[in-house]
Structures are given as C-alpha cells and as structure tokens.
C-alpha cells in the first residue's frame, strides 16, 4: 500500500519558523514532524508519497530517495490550491488502496493499521472537548460517515474533529474537486460527496497532535 503525504503548505501560523523551513521539517521533541510520521508506518507501506510546494527541496535534500528502505517519490504542488488538489496531483501514481496523511500534524502506528486494516474508505477522528473550532464529523447509527464541515466558530454539538488522516481509493478521482469559498480544493469537502454511494467508515483515535502555531510545538 502507498502513502501519500501532503507537506507543501507554507504554514503562514508558525511566524518565523517557516521563513526558511518548510513547516513540516519543523522539529519536536528532537525530530521533524514529518520523521514522526515515517517512523510509524507499519512495514506493509511500499512507497511514501510526499507532495511538496514551499521550500519542497529542503525536504528532498533531507530525505532523498528512500527512509528505512521504502522508496520515496516527490510531487510538487505548484499552485497551494486545498488538500483536494494537492492529493490530485498524485492520481496517476494510485492505482490501489492508499493512506492519506497531513505533513504537519502526528499520528500513532496504531491508528495507521487500523486505516491499513479498513476493508473500506476511513476517515480518523479525534474526540475532543465542545467548543473547538475545527473540521468536525458526524456518523451516522452504523458508524459511518454522514457529514464533514467546518465548524469555524466552535459552537457545533459534536466533538469527532477530522484529523485529516484517511484510508481512500482511486475511485476519488471519478467526482470534481469540491471548490471552498477562499477557492481551494478540500479534500474533506470532495469526500463527503460518495457518502450514500460507499460505505466510509469513522475511527477514532485518543492521540492526536495537531501542530497549528509555535505554541504547539513547545
């Protein structure tokens, strides 16, 4: 199975941290954010997938070829058009079943398997606390998905917060790019349109760490 890692955001939040690194080369606890991610996947991934844009070089130049033996290929998102567009610019090297992960935030291994594992599309949630201003998700009485949409100002009764982690197919390919208002592509947004058509299961996670600001990292 591959992996596709979306890691070519500016990170305009981080302040002067990104100026000359690309957010997801920005070190916690001793690593980059995106060697955490690496260093969970399970020994079924044959190929990381990484899509870059700001200083997308930097991250080149650090990993090169391969990481603990699994090849890396790069992808440059030339235009920072949404998550949705990012991941269309891999479409020609997905022919099966393949994890989707942001470059910024971390994951267990865990919860990577349990995406590997899904016979189905997955989607990872975080349940926090009411209030959190997020992309929140509602299932359905099976545990599916019912609904991505972002809760801009906290005030939405359920707390399963969209992680940006996911289990997906080729079949995403088939639908339009659902466009934002700001004008991006979102990849939660394009999603939510085979709800009905597939079963999309919802998971949770108890770890999460959604790295936003230089608070996050401290």
């Not at 890691?7 to 690194?21: E, F, P, S, V, Y």
């Not at 080149?60 to 290929?73: L, V």
């Not at 992808?75 to 989707?100: R, S």
Request: with cysteine.
């Amino acid at each position: 199975m591959k992996i596709v890692i979306l890691a070519a955001g500016k990170g305009t939040r981080m302040n002067t941290l990104t100026n000359d690194t690309p957010k997801p080369l920005l070190k916690y606890e001793g690593k980059n954010l995106l060697e955490y991610k690496l260093d969970t996947l399970p020994a079924s991934i044959e190929e990381i997938i990484f899509v870059i844009g700001y200083l997308g070089e930097k991250i080149k130049e650090y990993f090169g070829d391969s990481y603990k033996n699994i090849p890396i290929r790069y992808v440059e998102q030339k235009e920072m058009l949404g998550t949705a567009h990012a991941l269309w610019q891999c479409k020609d090297f997905l022919q099966n079943d393949f994890i989707v992960l942001m470059g910024d935030d971390l994951y267990k291994k865990e919860d990577i398997q349990k995406l590997i594992e899904s016979q189905t599309w997955a989607v990872l949630t975080y349940p926090d606390k009411p209030g959190v201003k997020a992309g929140k998700i509602v299932k359905d009485e099976g545990g599916n998905l019912k609904e991505i949409y972002e809760d801009f100002d906290g005030t939405s009764p359920y707390n399963l917060l969209y992680t940006g982690a996911c289990k997906l197919t080729p079949d995403i390919f088939t639908k339009e790019m659902t466009q934002l208002s700001n004008g991006e592509f979102g990849l939660p947004q394009t999603i939510t349109k085979f709800v009905g058509e597939k079963p999309i299961v919802v998971l949770e996670t108890n770890s999460w760490i959604r790295i936003t600001s230089p608070e996050d990292l401290k």
